[in-house]
Every structure is written in structure tokens, then in C-alpha cells.
């Protein structure tokens, strides 16, 4: 929200898509593919994830941790590039 | 030009448009203020509703009925009848106020005239927002709000609406002051954009034209742009996919050049003018945006080139020894039109030594002779810059375009032994029926000749097409609409 309310613009498009950004198709399989789990620093997000590793692993699939500095504000660009770089799917663990 | 829903009315009989920081309408308070008590006059103000004492003035605080009727000035006092304006005053002069409102005697002690100072209502500070709140409902694209952490220039790469450079957010009061550039009805349909063959208004081309970086005086070449490079003609869809480097380029003629201020001189082709960067660029974006032509997908060129961010340029007429390129195509001297080429990068053609036009000639023709590769022939256009000093060389001669090029054309007749496959060792080339002959590097009207460039050096420059003719993609010229 601006000072003056909220910043809209014109959509500059043929109009033939939804003005809201679409999600990612979901991933058929696992299989070849390796997780990203995502911290983000909020307390006990670390237990989820420790279970979430543990359950996958058992799997035979292939997991990288990352955590992000705070969770108050979003992820730096170094790390999103890493994780997009390095994984083909990630799982973020939100809350308290 | 975006005309704002209908007026609120006026009361009948005299009003007036008056604000407080004024010193006129200070100066005249007293008069309203009778004419107000003698009946028949209505004062809206416009910054403080306690002004002018002793009148019941109606609050316009909000400039509604100020902007609706288009107040210019205050003190402003219209006579209006059956809800019509009849007659309108700007500022205070005696006899005109006494002539209009029929009373005599009015402000004794007053000076006899005093000029009025601006309406808040066209306060350059306020106009934009206040077209947005009253015209703005008019505009029919879709509203997108951005998230509240959304970063505005980032907002617009992630939707994809960008070339890869940033562009200007179109606000509703942007895309407005845009279409402030034309007469035109922003819902008219200016074309159909390919790939996706998308009807595109006046209103898409302007919201474009924002993004690009353009002022609103340009948006009368990007409209006869985008109307051009949609034609079966131009062909935009398959100069879009092809694989080949070219994009549309666009050669602007007429007076519209200068008013809009174009550079024809020094570094012509290259960066720093608005006008030249930024007319080519609004219609790649229209194609882009609207038309659905994104490179990687429709658009499969191998390489591209990076002029198809946008390549527009106006051609030099007044240090011309030709007439200007457009009247050469069939148009009347002082129309604006603006050329579509399907053109590559521009590519240098140095001649330091000729005095003479036949020596010069000839090195534009051993250059032209290389367009896309030395042994093809008959596939491509070319578009020829010639730069001022060699143009000299021309002038100085006495040699019209139409001799240039049809000079061009003899040198370019090329004997078909040194075209076939395999000749010179290259694998490259026609078929073994070309033996005996001799066979032109272009087709007639095949190189179109400009003035452009400025400032020291013997250069010109060539820009060479895509697929020409009638199967592939030709030059189209077209007018370009005066504002009404």
C-alpha cells in the first residue's frame, strides 16, 4: 500500500491470461529430482524439517538443507539462486 | 484523447470559479458578493468554501465541476442558460463583467482590469491525478494491483511485460496524459497484432507506449508503426519466428521528426535520444505484450540482434541532396509516414577516398554484393544510409537517388559462374542453371536509399532485410494520422 492507497497499473497484455502470476505445474515424481527444505528461521520450523528429511531420505530422495538469515524478511537473492540453481522442488517450513 | 463522462450540470444565470489564494478573486469578493445578494449568481470555489465572505459558495474543493468544465483561470464567470454555457470571461474587466451580467457600476474603486491567475484545476501538479479520478473509468484494461512489498520495476519483469530493460509503470494517469497524444478513441482498433491475433486499441498501443518510455507526441508514429508492421505486407508474424537476426525498423519522415525531436545526425543508429530509442521499442513491446511474440517461443531468431529492442530512426532531409525517402515511395512532400523494414544491425561501409560518384558507387556495391553472403541473391532487401559526406559526393555530381540506385543495380548483375554451389570453394550458393547468365543481387526497388547521420566521416551504412517480396516480408510505408 502506497501513501495513497494501493499502486495499480494497467495490464499491457492481450488479456489472454490471468493477471495472477501462475504456480508451477507439480511435480509428477521425486524420483532424480532433489528437495530443497527451507528454514526460515522460525522457531521449531527445524524439527519439521529434520522429520521431513528423515521421511524423504527413506525415500531415496536426495535433500539439501538451506535456512534463511530471518524470517522477517524474504529470502536474499544469493539464496534463492542457490536453491533454484540446485534443486528441481522445495519445501518451506513456515511456522511456529 | 480520453473525453471524461458527462458534465455535472451548471445552474442557470451567472457562476463563477473563484479561489482564495487569488488576488484577483480577492480583489472582486465584494462584487460577487452583491451580484450574489441581487440574485443569480452561483460561486464555486475551489480551496476554501469560506471564500468569498458574504456568499454561500458551493465547495469544489474536489475540482470536479471545475475540471468538467474546464476552468482555465480564476476568477472565471460564465452566463449560462438552460443548462448551456452562453458566454464565458477570464479575470476581472469592468466593462466586459458589466456587459455580461447586465449590471452597471460594478467594483467602483476597483482597477479596470486585472488578468486572473491559473485554476487549481489545471495546476500541472494536480491535472494528471485529476484526469485519472474523473476520465480514468474510461480506460477498459485490466486493473493490476501490486502486492505492497512488490518493488514497482520488478513487479514488471516477473509479469514478463519487459524486453529485458526496465519499463515505466503504466499508472492510469501515465496511459491518460499518453492518449492526450491522439485524437483517436482509445477503444478503436488500431490492428491486428500477431502471433496471437489479438485486436489491439488505441488504448493497448498508448499503455505500451508508456512502458517504452515514450512522451505522448510520439504516440502517432507508434500507432501508424504498430498499423504498418501488422499488414499482410510487412508480414510481422513470420519476421517474428523466423530464425534469421532481423526485426522491424523504422524510418520516420515528414515534419513530425523535428517537432518530436528526433536525431537524423551523429551516432543516428545508436543510444541517447528519446524519441529514436523509445518509438521502436513501444512496438516490439506491443508485439510482445499484446501480439504474444516473446523470443525463445514464437520469435526463434538464432541470434537476434540488438536493435530488436527497438530500431527506429528518422531519415536527414534537410542536408538531403534527395528528396525525402517517403516521396520517393509515392507519398506528397510534408506528410509524416513512417517506413517498416524487416532489417538487421546496421553494419558500416567505409570509402575515405572516393571523389566520384562512380567510385563510390562501386564500393557500396562490393559491400551490398556481401548482404547475408556473397554467393545469395534475389532473397534479401537492403536498406542503404548513406551518410552526409558521402551524400556530398552525390549532390556535388548531380546524381538524384533514382540514378544511385539504378547504378547499384547494373554493378550488382553478377555472373553466374561466381554464384553457383561449390564456386569459390564455398558449398553455398544457386543451382548450376545460373551458369551463362548474369543475375541481380536484389530485386527492382530492392535497396531503398536514405540520408541519414551525421557530423566528419566518409561512411554509410547497410542494413540488410529478411526474406523480401511478396513471400516473405516488404518495406511498408505509412502516413502518419495529424493529432485531428
Known amino acids: 500500500m502506497g501513501v495513497d492507497g494501493p499502486r495499480v497499473v494497467l495490464d499491457p497484455t492481450g488479456e489472454r491470461a490471468p493477471a495472477r502470476r501462475e504456480r508451477l505445474p507439480r511435480l509428477a515424481s521425486l524420483e532424480g529430482v532433489r528437495v530443497g527444505l527451507l528454514d526460515i528461521s522460525k522457531p521449531r520450523g527445524d524439527l519439521f524439517l529434520d ?29 534463492r539462486q542457490e536453491i533454484a540453481t540446485r534443486c528441481g522442488a522445495v519445501i518451506e517450513a513456515l511456522a511456529d | 484523447m480520453v473525453q471524461g463522462p458527462s458534465p455535472p450540470p451548471l445552474p442557470d444565470g451567472l457562476v463563477a470559479f473563484v479561489k482564495r489564494d487569488c ?36 465547495d469544489d474543493t474536489g475540482l470536479a465541476v471545475s475540471w468538467h468544465h474546464e476552468i482555465e483561470a480564476v476568477p472565471t464567470l460564465l452566463r449560462v442558460q438552460d443548462g448551456i454555457e452562453k458566454e464565458r470571461l477570464l479575470g476581472w474587466h469592468r466593462g466586459e463583467w458589466e456587459a455580461l451580467t447586465g449590471v452597471e457600476g460594478l467594483g467602483p474603486g476597483l482597477p479596470e482590469w486585472r488578468p486572473g ?38 513487479a514488471l519483469f516477473e509479469r514478463g511485460w519487459t524486453d529485458g530493460l526496465p519499463v515505466v509503470p503504466p499508472t492510469e494517469e501515465r496511459v491518460l496524459a499518453m492518449l492526450e497524444g491522439t485524437s483517436r478513441d482509445p477503444q478503436d482498433v488500431v490492428a491486428t497484432v500477431p502471433p496471437d491475433l489479438v485486436p489491439c486499441t488505441v488504448e493497448k498501443v498508448a499503455v505500451n507506449a508508456v512502458l517504452a518510455g515514450c512522451k505522448p507526441e510520439y504516440l502517432p508514429v507508434v500507432l501508424a508503426a504498430v498499423e504498418a508492421a501488422c499488414t ?39 543510444q541517447g535520444n528519446r524519441a529514436n530509442s523509445t518509438i521502436g521499442r513501444a512496438l516490439q513491446l506491443v508485439i510482445r505484450n499484446v501480439g504474444g511474440g516473446r523470443p525463445g517461443d514464437v520469435d526463434r531468431a538464432t541470434h537476434g540482434n540488438p536493435g530488436k529492442v527497438g530500431f527506429c530512426f528518422p531519415e536527414d532531409e534537410e542536408d538531403s541532396p534527395w528528396e525525402p525517402l517517403s516521396v520517393s515511395l509515392g507519398k506528397p512532400a510534408g506528410v509524416d509516414t513512417v517506413t517498416l523494414f524487416p532489417g538487421e ?59 544511385l540506385a539504378s547504378r547499384l543495380h547494373e554493378l550488382l548483375q553478377i555472373p553466374g559462374e561466381e554464384l553457383v554451389r561449390g564456386a569459390d570453394g564455398m558449398a553455398e550458393g544457386g543451382p548450376e542453371s545460373a551458369r551463362g547468365k548474369r543475375l541481380p543481387k536484389f530485386r527492382p526497388g530492392g535497396i531503398l536509399i536514405v540520408h541519414c547521420g551525421g557530423g566528419a566521416g566518409l561512411f554509410s551504412a547497410m542494413i540488410g532485410g529478411w526474406a523480401g517480396g511478396s513471400l516473405g516480408s516488404q518495406p511498408v510505408i505509412q502516413e502518419i494520422a495529424p493529432w485531428a
Open chain 1, 51 to 79: 522429520r521431513l528429511e528423515t521421511r524423504l531420505r527413506e525415500r531415496g530422495v536426495e535433500v539439501q538443507r538451506f535456512r534463511k538469515p530471518t524470517f522477517t524478511k524474504p529470502a536474499p537473492v544469493d539464496l
Open chain 2, 23 to 58: 488576488p484577483t478573486c480577492v480583489l472582486v469578493a465584494p462584487v460577487l458578493a452583491r451580484l450574489a445578494a441581487e440574485g443569480g449568481l452561483t460561486v464555486y470555489t475551489q480551496d476554501d468554501p469560506a471564500f468569498p465572505e458574504g456568499v454561500e459558495a458551493r
Open chain 2, 117 to 154: 491567475c491559473g485554476s487549481l484545476s489545471v495546476d500541472p501538479g494536480r491535472e494528471s491525478a485529476l484526469r485519472a479520478r474523473f476520465a480514468g473509468a474510461t480506460l477498459r484494461s485490466r486493473r493490476v494491483e501490486l502486492a505492497p512489498q512488490e518493488d514497482e520495476a520488478e
Open chain 2, 232 to 270: 499482410d505486407a510487412f508480414n510481422a508474424h513470420g519476421l517474428l519466428a523466423t530464425t534469421m537476426p532481423a526485426g522491424p525498423v523504422l524510418i520516420v519522415n515528414g515534419p513530425i521528426r523535428r517537432r518530436i525531436g528526433m536525431n537524423a545526425g551523429k551516432n543516428v543508429f545508436g
Open chain 2, 345 to 403: 544491425g546496421p553494419r558500416c561501409i567505409v570509402d575515405q577516398l572516393a571523389r566520384d560518384p562512380e567510385s563510390l558507387a562501386r564500393s557500396f556495391a562490393a559491400n551490398l554484393r556481401t548482404l547475408h553472403h556473397p554467393k545469395l541473391i534475389l532473397a534479401f532487401d537492403c536498406v542503404l544510409a548513406v551518410g552526409p559526406e558521402h551524400a556530398r559526393v552525390f549532390r556535388e555530381a548531380g546524381w538524384d537517388r533514382a540514378r
